[in-house]
């Protein structure tokens, strides 16, 4: 079941869908947001034309996907977040500059994180507090998820690969550690 959403973006709404758990945008909506044309399928064909290496990787994060709009479902061309932020960093507009810094920023960090893997556990617990989670909570996440890659790393020693043993390894510790499943959370 596909599910359409609408997300603010400066003002313009983005529409959005969900496609393979993932998030999908719709491109032209993001494009007009960050231009100051009022046509955005011709700017995203200049902007093909003057960026050859996004016109190459194009067809890997760009899709057609049915999007809900005013006149019923329509097919759009959309890309994952992966996607948008690639054509974000292609256009060259004061109103990209944002998102341009905050993902340099966002990559700066992450270099941070690898060469110090504590700072990633610290923007683990930042966030999950931001979010609203207690901290007991955050300190039983934090826990679980250093059991499960023991457990997950001891169970590759021993052979096992498989997608839905690792599924179940999951909701049997998360059972253990909060009493639901994932499955169950969601629901």
Same mark, same amino acid.
């Given at each position: 079941? *596909?599910?359409?959403?609408?997300? /603010?973006?400066?003002?313009?709404?983005? $529409?959005?869908?969900?496609?393979?758990?993932?998030?999908?945008? @719709? =491109?032209? #909506? %993001? %494009? !007009?947001?960050?231009? #100051?044309?009022?046509?955005?399928?011709?700017?995203?064909?200049?902007?093909?034309?003057? #960026?050859?290496?996004?016109?190459?990787?194009? @067809?890997?994060?760009?899709?057609?996907?049915? /999007?809900?709009? +005013?006149?019923? +479902?329509? $097919?759009?061309?959309?890309?994952? *977040?992966? &996607?948008?932020?690639?054509?974000?960093?292609?256009?060259? +507009?004061?109103?990209?500059?944002?998102?341009?810094?905050? !993902?340099?920023? =966002?990559?700066y960090e992450r270099v941070q994180e690898i060469e110090n893997p504590e700072l990633a556990q610290e923007r683990m617990?930042?966030?999950?507090?931001?979010?609203?989670?207690?901290?007991?909570?955050?300190?039983? $996440?934090?826990?679980?998820?250093?059991? $499960?890659?023991?457990?997950?790393?001891?169970?590759?020693?021993?052979?096992?690969?498989?997608?839905? #043993?690792?599924?179940?390894?999951?909701?049997?510790?998360?059972?253990?550690?909060? &009493?639901?499943?994932?499955?169950?959370?969601?629901?």
């Amino acid at each position: 079941m *596909t599910e359409t959403h609408l997300a /603010v973006f400066k003002g313009r709404k983005i $529409r959005k869908t969900i496609h393979n758990d993932e998030w999908w945008f @719709v =491109v032209e #909506d %993001v %494009v !007009l947001a960050l231009i #100051d044309s009022t046509d955005p399928k011709q700017y995203i064909q200049r902007m093909k034309r003057r #960026d050859p290496e996004l016109a190459k990787g194009w @067809v890997q994060f760009v899709h057609t996907l049915l /999007v809900d709009t +005013s006149g019923g +479902s329509q $097919r759009m061309i959309c890309a994952n *977040t992966e &996607g948008i932020f690639r054509i974000i960093q292609s256009i060259p +507009s004061p109103k990209a500059e944002p998102f341009k810094r905050w !993902l340099a920023k =966002v990559g700066y960090e992450r270099v941070q994180e690898i060469e110090n893997p504590e700072l990633a556990q610290e923007r683990m617990k930042q966030l999950y507090e931001q979010k609203g989670y207690p901290r007991d909570w955050i300190d039983k $996440r934090l826990r679980g998820i250093a059991i $499960r890659q023991n457990l997950t790393d001891e169970w590759k020693e021993r052979g096992i690969d498989t997608e839905s #043993d690792y599924a179940i390894l999951t909701a049997e510790i998360s059972k253990a550690t909060f &009493g639901i499943t994932p499955s169950e959370y969601k629901e």
